[in-house]
């Protein structure tokens, strides 16, 4: 194979205009700080992926949500898969990058166990191979990391199409073995799903007793019926307190602890109704068959103009994908981890999905209506409030004709519960 040719690493990084440093061996130091891009390589193309079937079955036990094409995973049925992604016409396993420092990735994707998500969980399919230690690291120092790694899975794609695409597995994103995405969001259709250890749930915030309250509180932003009531009846202008102190930080005492109440929800759960699971898996529908593939091609053609480092498009489109596979991801995180309330309790008392009325006591006689929901679903201009807002909070748990009591930046304010539904 020419020495030049971008199936081998050196060449792939001289495809794009890189100088190519190296190689060093794979698992040892090596001196190479600063941003810029990497490729690790076989000594020599192989006919066949060297997959450890153990390794696999270790992956598979330490991580059993694993599922291949929605069935539960098996050793077999996973190196076969993942096999199928070899492609034998190159020495080029993996393509990656970073912007502080080349030999600490690389180290960190080291010393990743196959299922853990850190250090560093890129490129862990390369952890199932054997031989790995004889593996070799080339690189390239630059400050457009990720404009050089898209260059980089370009020219390998245009190599291997150039080829006899025909042993590929998925033809429509053509990337190294142990890439599974392109900087572009371009994913390959490898079935596998679960893979990794699930992330772990941010622990509860510690309980306090002094809670910032801004004196000029806007309208309904704090869960408080605002001058109009949100989704309810018109209110007149609240009466005239005494001015707020100059500090912005007001001490609440607490009312004497009580035992919980079962019907309350956890403080630290994230709660969502049917209609709010059902917009935000439409809203996800739209970005991932809508929205992502329309950034992905406006990627592709500013790709086109010419010099990356200089081409506003790029930038531009990669920083609307930015923002839009955040989104994406914080939707699937909530569909995955939210508690889902299909119906109110029936114990007669206030608990999230519950329809509350509630008047003011000392106040005008007028009736608002609320609806209480989970934070990811509170719009207080809609009608709809936290249960970890000062109202939402204080409502839950308590029944028809009951006062609760609400710490407000104008003082304490008394509501009494007039009609749950």
């Known amino acids: 194979m020419a020495a030049e040719s971008p199936l081998t690493a050196a060449g792939l990084l001289r495809s794009v205009g890189l100088l190519a440093d190296g190689p060093a061996v794979w698992g040892r130091p090596f001196a190479a700080s600063g941003p810029g891009v990497f490729v690790v390589e076989l000594a ?24 291949l094409d929605g069935a539960a995973a098996t050793s077999k049925a996973v190196v076969a898969r993942i096999a199928s992604f070899w492609i034998p016409a190159t020495t080029v396993l993996f393509v990656g990058g970073s912007s502080t420092s080349i030999a600490g990735r690389v180290a960190a994707i080291d010393a990743t166990a196959l299922g853990d998500r850190r250090p560093y969980a890129g490129g862990h399919w390369l952890k199932t191979l054997r031989g790995l230690e004889h593996a070799r690291v080339w690189w390239a120092r630059t400050g457009a990391v990720e404009e050089y790694e898209d260059a980089l899975f370009g020219a390998f794609a245009e190599a291997i199409l150039a080829g006899d695409p025909s042993q590929l597995h998925d033809r429509d994103v053509v990337l190294p073995f142990a ?18 250890v699930p992330e772990e749930a941010a622990p509860p915030r510690p309980a306090t007793r002094v809670t910032e309250l801004p004196p000029g509180d806007a309208d309904g932003a704090s869960g408080l019926p605002p001058t109009r009531a949100a989704g309810g009846t018109t209110r007149r202008a609240p009466r005239s307190a005494a001015p ?9 005492t607490p009312p004497a602890p009580a035992a919980a109440s079962p019907a309350s929800p956890a403080d630290d759960a994230t709660y ?10 439409d ?7 809508v929205k992502r593939p329309q950034v992905i091609n406006r990627i592709k053609t500013a790709k086109e103009l010419g010099d990356l480092k200089e081409n506003a498009d790029y930038h531009a489109a990669r920083e609307e994908q930015s923002f839009l596979e955040g989104r994406i991801g914080t939707i699937e995180a909530l569909l995955r981890t939210a508690v889902v309330i299909e119906t109110p309790g029936a114990d007669g008392r206030v608990h999230v999905g519950s ?51 609400v710490a407000t930046p104008r003082g304490a304010v008394a509501y009494r519960i007039v009609a749950i539904k």
């Open 272 to 281: 969502l109704s049917t209609e709010g699971v059902a917009r935000l898996r």
């Open 283 to 289: 809203e996800l529908a739209e970005l991932t068959t």
């Open 179 to 196: 890439n599974l995405r392109s900087t572009g969001g371009d994913r390959k259709a490898h079935g596998l799903t679960g893979y990794l």
């Open 355 to 405: 329809t509350v009325s509630v008047e003011e006591i000392d106040g005008d006689g007028d009736v608002v209506e609320y609806r209480i929901v989970g934070s990811a679903e509170a719009d207080p201009a809609a009608g709809r409030i936290s249960n970890a807002s000062p109202v939402g909070r204080a409502l839950v748990g308590h029944g028809a004709g009951e006062v609760v009591a």
């Open 44 to 67: 020599a193309p192989l006919a066949t992926a060297p997959i450890e079937l153990t390794r696999v079955g270790k992956w598979i036990e330490h991580v059993p949500t694993m599922r």
């Open 244 to 252: 707020p102190s100059t500090t912005t930080r007001r001490a609440v």
